[in-house]
């Protein structure tokens, strides 16, 4: 039997099940994520010869580059939807979330990683900065809809925005967890440089470049005249807008990750109404829906893998359903306290801090780049929280999001009650 036409078919097929299964699941607790990671599985429990069945440990550079791509691409797609222009007032949900519940969630994490896992400093930081973000993949479901669409409540709003963020703002802190293995945790030296370079620099190059380039292409696509980038009506633009922010920002030791989705929202700004955004923004989705789909099969297929079942242990299960259950949940809720949101939506969106392929990516970058003690329970927990929260949230998020646009529909129609229009 010939593998790669075995595994051209089942690409094929599964490509297929990618477009359909949407449509099936739109009114029913299931997501497509779940229903990859079944796929994987079956997958891997059929005879039929498959893509190379790997271990992660064992492949970090394809682990690494596989996720990097699909999370770039995810956070252009993020920043194209926003159809709120930044500010201090009006983000002012995502402030709370980045600058107050991701370092405690990170903290937080690093201590339950050390206390429960016996995990080093270096480990237990690497292990909370990878599960603090909230993934901007996995979390389509619960982020606004497409540009212009009007899907965007406060709730949606904020998952979206924080996801498209956060991603890289967490990277300092996987840099320093990557400096103490090399250097040690007790060097001024390491705190000096992070805090300079790491976390200076790699910073304010990221917003430079993404909100400079942003600003370009806008200037390409709306204000020239004959020959503008919006006159083409091509969706791929967005992947070459992707490329080119993160290839010139990582150039320069820029954070790619905030840079690509700054320049989205600065591209959104540059001419917010146009109806271009919207084929950019399809355009990207269905490139990360695809390269979504192949990572899901295969994490699928690793998850009922013997070396993957044999580095769980009851300390890693407990880790990861306090992770989920408990840290991110309390610490978004408290963030969220005097800012003005109902009790029931800032629970909704500390609940909804989906972990998945950002995590993955963090976990191979740092392992690719310096030896962590305790490796093997550290990507067995990270697996372990990605698959809980993919199959719990996925089975959550539909009727939390009916529930969520049924309020709001309710308090649009008690408004025009109270104030009629006319």
Known sequence: MDIYIVTLTILGVVVLLTAWLPMIFRHLPLSLPIACLAIGAALALSPFPLLPRFNPLENREFTQRMTEIVVIVALMGAGLKLDRPIGWRSWGTTWRLLGIAMPLTIATLALLGHWMLGLGAASSLLLGASLAPTDPVLASDVQVGPPQSGEEDEVRFALTSEAGLNDGLSFPFVHLAVAMT??????????????????????????????????????????????????????????????????????????????????????????????????????????????????????????????????????????????????????GWLSLLGSGHPPAESAIIGVFGIRGLGSIYYLAYATGHAEFAAVETIWATVLLIVLISIVVHGVAVTPTMNWIDGRRSGRDARAGRRWPLG
């Not at 013997?306 to 300390?315: E, G």
Request: glycine share 10%; charged share 15%.
């Open 182 to 331: 090399v250097v040690g945790s007790d060097s001024l030296d390491v705190v000096g440089h992070w805090a300079i370079f790491d976390v200076g620099w790699r910073l304010c190059a990221g917003v430079v470049m993404g909100w400079g380039l942003g600003k370009v292409f806008g200037l390409l696509s709306f204000r020239m005249s004959g020959n503008s980038l919006a006159r083409t009506r091509d969706g791929f633009v967005a992947l070459g807008m992707t490329f080119t922010t993160y290839g010139l920002t990582e150039l320069v030791h820029g954070y790619g990750f905030v840079a690509v989705f700054l320049a989205a929202v600065a591209f959104r700004d540059a001419e917010r109404d146009h109806d271009w955004h919207e084929q950019l923004h399809d355009f990207a989705e269905q490139i990360e829906r695809l390269l979504m789909m192949v990572l899901l099969v295969c994490l699928g297929a690793i998850a009922i893998s013997v070396p993957f079942m044999a580095t769980i242990d009851w300390r890693v299960v407990v880790v990861a359903v306090l992770a989920l259950a408990v840290v991110r949940p309390a610490i």
